[in-house]
């Protein structure tokens, strides 16, 4: 599939359908902000395929999923299925798991 208009891609469900995928995949909670840095990814590269349009997205789910150091464990606490927040250790313990934090002493 080639779309070489930005404007037909944003307009576009299937590729929509990815972002909203990616975004609950990565946990990313601004889906706009994301959604627009997908765009302006996908400008500056000057992509013209699906594959491309893809493979930028990934990306930057990816560095909105890596964790700045400087953030405080609780602003990424998950929620479970009954509303319930996770504490820090928890947060923490799930960071370490996923290669996102390293324990320190």
């Known amino acids: 599939m080639l779309i070489v208009n930005t404007t037909e891609l944003y307009c576009d469900d299937k590729f929509d359908d990815i972002l909203v995928w990616l975004a609950n995949k990565k946990r990313i909670a601004d889906f706009d902000d994301f ?3 997908v765009f302006l990814d996908i400008i500056n590269s000057g992509y013209t395929k699906m594959a491309d349009f893809k493979k930028s997205a990934n990306r930057v789910a990816s560095r909105y999923y890596d964790t700045d150091p400087g953030v405080d464990a609780s602003s990424i606490a998950l929620y479970d299925e009954s509303g319930v927040i ?3 250790d928890e ?3 799930r960071l370490i798991y996923n290669g996102k934090a390293w324990q320190v002493g």
């Open 35 to 37: 959604k627009q840095d």
């Open 86 to 88: 996770e504490s820090e």
């Open 91 to 93: 947060t923490m313990s």
